[in-house]
């Protein structure tokens, strides 16, 4: 996994698996502390009701709104089950930041795999070291939705819960 981060030059730590969208994925994140301490001191914890994370994304509101504590750089999905699953996942996860799969050494031999993954901008990885290549994934996303707030939030509650957030 540290692998496939630093390949797709990703920034930031990764997060503890979690469920996003239907997806089983990695999260790779910025966090920013002097924003988490910010909301901290205030008391605005991560926050997943759909209309109010609606409102922040206003631009009449954007000033009033609580800072975003964290930034999504990346979305790591292991293949377990074959590498066309896998890219579904990571197709779905792709309008939230760039995204990237693991998969076994075999699949990466496989031109049709290969030849898929570039074709969406999803990143491909082999999982042993030792297998050269990659498929690096396209970088940036569409324009900002209400729905990339809530993953931020879900990502932040997710991040707290296992402690990895710097203290404030």
Same mark, same amino acid.
């Given at each position: 996994?540290?692998r496939a981060v630093?390949?797709?030059?990703? =920034? @930031?730590? *990764?997060?503890?698996?979690?469920?996003?969208?239907?997806?089983?994925? /990695?999260? /790779?994140?910025?966090?920013?502390?002097?924003?988490?301490?910010?909301?901290?001191?205030?008391?605005?914890?991560?926050?997943?009701? *759909?209309?109010? +994370?609606?409102?922040?994304?206003? +631009?009449? =509101?954007?000033?009033? =709104?609580?800072?975003?504590?964290?930034?999504?750089?990346? !979305?790591? !999905? !292991?293949?377990?089950? %074959?590498?066309? #699953? *896998?890219?579904?996942?990571? #197709?779905?996860?792709?309008?939230?930041?760039?995204? %990237?799969? +693991?998969?076994?050494?075999?699949?990466?031999?496989?031109?049709?795999?290969?030849?898929?993954? *570039?074709?969406?901008?999803? @990143?491909?990885?082999?999982?042993?070291?030792?297998?050269?290549?990659?498929?690096?994934?396209?970088?940036?996303?569409?324009?900002?939705?209400?729905?990339?707030?809530? /993953?931020?939030?879900?990502?932040?509650?997710?991040?707290?819960?296992?402690? +990895?957030c710097p203290p404030?």
């Amino acid at each position: 996994m540290a692998r496939a981060v630093r390949v797709f030059g990703w =920034s @930031g730590v *990764a997060l503890p698996e979690i469920m996003l969208v239907g997806c089983r994925v /990695i999260p /790779i994140v910025d966090i920013d502390p002097i924003a988490h301490r910010a909301r901290e001191c205030s008391g605005d914890g991560p926050n997943l009701d *759909a209309d109010v +994370l609606l409102t922040w994304e206003w +631009l009449r =509101s954007a000033a009033h =709104s609580p800072p975003t504590a964290l930034h999504l750089t990346g !979305v790591l !999905v !292991v293949a377990r089950r %074959g590498w066309r #699953r *896998a890219l579904r996942q990571a #197709r779905s996860m792709r309008g939230f930041g760039p995204a %990237g799969v +693991l998969v076994p050494p075999a699949a990466f031999d496989d031109e049709e795999c290969r030849l898929e993954f *570039a074709l969406h901008g999803i @990143g491909l990885v082999p999982s042993d070291p030792d297998v050269d290549g990659v498929v690096v994934p396209e970088q940036g996303t569409a324009l900002r939705q209400p729905t990339d707030r809530w /993953i931020e939030e879900t990502l932040y509650r997710h991040a707290l819960d296992h402690g +990895l957030c710097p203290p404030a």
